[in-house]
């Protein structure tokens, strides 16, 4: 490995040793594993064409991938072999790794969890690309100015990325807008504007390297040539033009993740990468295949939500328009390809195009679409449409499109079932099924929790690295003194480096005995970082009434980024920092209290605060987080949850036992009701004496005394909104919180039920996720090639 680093810092980067940075050092590196990683992954696709065996398509908006170095040492069992090089060569491993920029390509849970299934299909060694787009600037940076949120463009890309291959050879002209001539009972689309989809390839190896596949991310390139004319005539705009303008559509991701942008621009994006990936996985179909009927017996396409959902127009176009199949014989062809997957049911993120809009973007696509409403009409009278009110709703189009429909938690599903979808169920029974989502084990425990990792593999040897349930044998050990002492030792371990990390980055001294009580997740306000606040702020007032009672020490740790347009999240966000400001400089609580927020919460940020937390927030407005999968990561590191019935908490709770997760707040059927009586949150703020202190300090400027009114619409929406029922669910919030101070107290009570937790969780893996799909939806195999020579 050495020499390998050592060639490529040479001959690949053209540095000499003795004037490297830690920039180059890494790269080298990175370039070094890849070079171990290209085998296997030119074996797997050889051998999946040997074998004609079924591949799956992932088309994803968005990928969260995070950093790739330690990674990908893990999947190859190289980290030793690594860290041993790097530090011959005088180079800190740890360093190295951590220049890596993040590859911010995604919002939150919905890319996020893309990025795990991509691991956990190579693990299983199913044959499957990842389809996405390769944004130039991914998520924005945060920065906090006088405790606003304040966003910069990320620059990921203007460092070398040593994971990718560019593949200039793959390309495919994407057309937008123009018109359609209907001539011999055949359709010609002509469109007026066409860019050039090239792809860029990253390998995606399995845990133990065993099985090779391809995340394949779309990069928009002009498609004519660059205008020399207008730049001799000096209009040097001009001659750029076509360039920028292509190059827009894969510049940015749109930052929202849960209100649709229903921009011109977002739907140009959507198009370019579905059509690009489709057509790319049809040429491959019939490199070896002649008869497009057979393709869902080869292919299996995953929506990944609503974003890639003209997927399905897109097929059908090229199967009727291009391979002459009759229209209704291409929907069901198409139909028997693809799968979609809902992660949201708020109305706010279901993305509707107006018909003007879609119409002029996609001419041809609104044809077909208007024929897929007709065709489902005929079958099923009376059927919801797609073409509703000017709107086509990308929901009825994905799920009428799809063979199957999945929900991403028994409740999530039963919610889609009951609300969203209620009328297609009851036309297609069996079309909805569950798939509750998972976590890889490898990033979120073996990768980013070592002390815990080791102890693990050191009581049970490392199977259940590759199969989790093997963490179950843990169970065993929740009597025993020594191990739980080990057990807490490794969490400690965890909460100093974390303490140290805060008081570089944060400038804020934090005790490691204190409960490190975390939060980080988008700021939404059905995820209620508002509530959270406010217990603090309570628990702050209860602590200065009587500092010398018996206390929990406690540290409040936020993370998360708001959609820029987001005014009530970025609200939350300055009231998080005021809050902070107050609290963290008060003598009269000291240690008892510290608030950290620190700034530009990502994958990387994730993967140090989960390790190092006690207490995980996963306090969402029943019915509302589909399924969340930061509970699942905290609980896997050996955190309690305290958390309302929603989502996976509901399944998370079944696996870990009620007694060992802290619940509280009304059901999701008790939301619907309270919503029903009217002044609710009224009517709770006063029978709360605790709240309407806290809100009227909030209201008066108590933490914003440069400017008192700054809360007054926050609070005010308290009083006469609370859509989400901050208000309702406060005091059995604040009660449950003072009942993990209980437990907290109780150190050896407290380490058997997070142990408890840690090992209860390898039903979250996604390794059972992506079985369920292979099983249910994709009618694929899932060979586990972990164990395999
Ligand atoms: C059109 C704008 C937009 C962009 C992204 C989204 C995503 C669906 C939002 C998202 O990330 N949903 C989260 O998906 C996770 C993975 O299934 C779930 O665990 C979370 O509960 C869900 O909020 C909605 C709307």
């Known amino acids: 490995m050495k020499e390998e680093i050592l060639r490529h810092l040479c001959k690949s980067l053209g540095k000499d040793a003795a004037h490297s940075s830690v920039h180059d050092w890494r790269v080298a590196l990175s370039l070094a594993l890849r070079d171990r990683m290209v085998d296997h992954w030119f074996r797997s696709t050889r051998e999946t064409y040997e074998t004609r065996a079924k591949r799956v398509y992932y088309l994803s908006m968005e990928f969260l991938i995070g950093r790739l170095v330690e990674d990908m040492a893990a999947n190859l069992g190289l980290v030793e072999e690594a860290r041993a090089a790097l530090t011959e060569l005088g180079q800190d491993y740890d360093a190295v790794v951590l220049n890596e920029p993040d590859a911010a390509l995604g919002n ?50 203007t460092q070398r990325n040593p994971w990718e291959f560019e593949r200039p050879e793959v390309q495919f002209r994407i057309g937008f807008g123009g018109h359609v001539d209907h001539h011999d009972g055949k359709a010609y689309w002509h469109p007026w504007e066409t860019v050039l989809a090239t792809a860029y390839d990253t390998p995606v190896v399995g845990w133990q390297g065993k099985w ?79 008869d497009i009927r057979e393709l869902p017996q080869y292919v299996a396409i995953q929506l990944n939500d609503t974003h890639p959902a003209i997927a399905g127009p897109e097929l059908v176009r090229l199967m009727s328009d291009e391979h002459n199949l009759p229209m209704d014989e291409a929907i069901e062809l198409a139909r028997r390809c693809l799968g979609y997957t809902n992660h949201t049911l708020l109305p706010e993120a279901l993305e509707r195009w107006h018909v003007g809009l879609l119409g002029r973007v996609l001419p041809r696509h609104l044809e077909i679409i208007r024929a897929i409403d007709e065709d489902q009409q005929a079958r099923h009278p009376g059927s919801p449409r797609i073409l509703e009110h000017d709107h086509v709703h990308m929901g009825e189009l994905a799920f009428i499109m799809a063979h199957k429909v999945n929900g991403v938690s028994a409740l999530h599903t039963e919610l889609v079932k009951s609300t969203v979808f209620s009328d297609l169920h009851r036309i297609h029974p069996t079309r909805i099924v569950n798939q509750t989502n998972g976590i890889t084990p490898r990033r ?39 191990f739980l002492d080990a057990f807490s030792a490794a969490k400690r371990q965890n909460k100093t480096e974390l303490a140290d990390w805060i008081a570089q980055t944060c400038g804020i001294a934090v005790d490691p005995d204190a409960m490190f009580d975390v939060q980080i997740k988008r700021i939404h306000e059905y995820k209620r970082q508002l509530m959270n606040i406010l217990e603090t702020v309570a628990l702050w007032n209860e602590m200065r009434d009587a500092p010398d009672a018996e206390w929990t020490p406690r ?84 955190a309690l949850t305290i958390g309302t019935l929603d989502g996976a908490n509901v399944e998370i709770r079944e696996h870990v036992g009620s007694e060992n997760f802290f619940l509280f707040g009304l059901t999701a059927r008790e939301v619907v009701e309270r919503r029903h009586v009217h002044g609710y949150a009224r009517a709770a703020i006063e029978a709360s004496p605790r709240l309407s202190r806290v809100l009227g300090q909030i209201a008066d400027g108590q933490f914003s005394p440069e400017d008192s009114s700054r809360y007054h619409g926050l609070v005010g929406g308290l009083y006469d909104h609370d859509y989400f029922l901050v208000t309702c669910d406060f005091d059995s919030y604040f009660d449950t919180q003072r009942r993990a101070d209980q437990v907290y107290r109780n150190g050896s009570n407290w380490a058997a039920m997070a142990l408890r937790n840690t090992a209860s969780m390898g039903w979250f893996s996604s390794d059972r996720t992506i079985r369920g799909y292979a099983r249910d939806i994709w009618q694929v195999d899932a060979v586990d090639r972990a164990g395999l020579e």
């Open 108 to 157: 939150g849970g919905l890319g996020r969890l893309a990025a795990c299934f991509m691991d956990l299909l190579a693990s299983l060694g199913i044959p499957a690309y990842g389809y996405g787009i390769r944004y130039e600037h991914g998520l924005f940076k945060q920065d906090f100015v006088d405790g606003r949120q304040v966003e910069t463009a990320e620059t990921w890309l």
């Open 212 to 290: 090779g596949n391809t995340l394949r991310l779309w990069s928009a390139r002009p498609a004519s040539k660059f205008d020399l004319e207008s730049f001799n005539r000096g209009d040097y705009l001009a001659a750029g033009r076509s360039e920028a303008l292509a190059r827009t559509i894969s510049r940015v991701l749109y930052p929202d993740d849960t209100t649709e942008a229903g921009k011109e621009l977002r739907l140009k994006q959507e198009y370019f990468f579905t059509a690009a990936s489709i057509m790319d996985l049809l040429r491959r179909f019939l490199s070896d295949h002649d």
């Open 444 to 482: 979120w425990l073996h990768t980013c929790n070592a002390p815990l990792s080791n102890l693990i593999t050191r009581e049970i040897g490392d199977g259940w690295v590759a199969d989790l349930e093997k963490l179950k044998a843990l169970n065993q050990r929740t009597g025993d003194r020594e």
């Open 555 to 638: 540290v409040k740790i936020f993370g998360g980024k708001a959609a820029p347009g987001y005014h009530v999240a970025k609200q939350i966000i300055h009231l998080i920092n005021d809050v902070a400001r107050v609290i963290n400089n008060d003598p009269v609580t000291g240690d008892l209290l510290k608030v950290v927020f620190p700034a530009n919460y990502n994958v990387t940020m994730a993967e140090r605060l989960i390790p190092a937390a006690d207490l995980s927030e996963q306090i969402s407005t029943a019915g509302k987080e589909a399924s969340g999968t930061g509970n699942m990561k905290f609980a896997l590191n050996g």
